[in-house]
């Protein structure tokens, strides 16, 4: 059963960077897509991006020019990097498995970006 | 980007009605439709992808029909545990895009 754990800081002043880790077990992150969802407090879902294990990367073209999306194999984790945030990028960060529709979701952690 | 409006977005229901939530992409995307539930606080979790196929452990009460641009799910004999919010997500273009949710509470 393979299980996904997000991991990183609750929060974060505005104009820095948010970084989150996602540790993946019971399964190797190679020959997957792995991407990052965002669910803001009491609102709907939206995809940040994806990372294949080789190193693709996809973003959302609304967020692309603040994200990075990174994979490390030997540690079967991959990571979040959002820049420049605002008030408005608070919400609930989901790391999961991409098949296209999404089968392997993490727990969640709230990311709340305040001074 | 492929735009999905999902209809009711509140829908009061009973235990063990039959309900129906709709959702409709602004352009064709055969079947690549994926149902999420989810419950407060929690992660979602797939019920129906590729618009009518069931995820493993899914009960058999949830079912999924619809192609191009319309498409449905179906709860029927709704129990207490299926009091949630669903999602539907379309899958066939990336940016993946999740319509704004339907939550089914109990009447």
């Known amino acids: 059963q393979v299980q996904l754990q997000e991991s990183g800081p609750g929060l974060v002043k505005p104009s820095e960077t948010l970084s989150l880790t996602c540790t993946v077990s019971g399964g190797s992150i190679n020959s997957y897509y792995w991407s990052w969802i965002r669910q803001p407090p009491g609102k709907g879902l939206e995809w940040i991006g994806y990372?294949?294990?080789?190193?693709?990367?996809n973003y959302n073209p609304s967020l692309k020019s603040r994200v990075t999306i990174s994979v490390d194999t030997s540690k079967n984790q991959f990571s979040l990097k959002l820049s420049s945030v605002t008030a408005a990028d608070t919400a609930v960060y989901y790391c999961?498995?991409?098949?296209?529709?999404?089968?392997?979701w993490g727990q969640g952690t709230l990311v709340t970006v305040s001074s | 980007d492929i735009q999905l409006t999902q209809s009711p977005s509140f829908l009061s229901a009973s235990v063990g009605d039959t309900v129906t939530i709709t959702c409709r992409a602004s352009q064709g995307i055969s079947s690549y439709l994926a149902w999420y539930q989810q419950k407060p606080g929690k992660a979602p979790k797939l019920l129906i992808y590729?618009?009518?196929t069931l995820q493993s452990g899914v009960p058999a009460r949830f079912s999924g029909s619809g192609s191009g641009t319309e498409f449905t799910l179906t709860i029927s004999s709704l129990q207490p545990e299926d009091f949630a919010t669903y999602y539907c997500?379309?899958?066939?273009?990336?940016?993946?895009?999740f319509g704004g949710g339907t939550k089914v509470e109990i009447k």
């Open positions: 590729v618009a009518s």
């Open positions: 997500q379309q899958l066939h273009s990336y940016p993946l895009i």
């Open positions: 999961v498995r991409d098949r296209g529709y999404v089968d392997y």
């Open positions: 990372i294949y294990y080789s190193g693709s990367t």
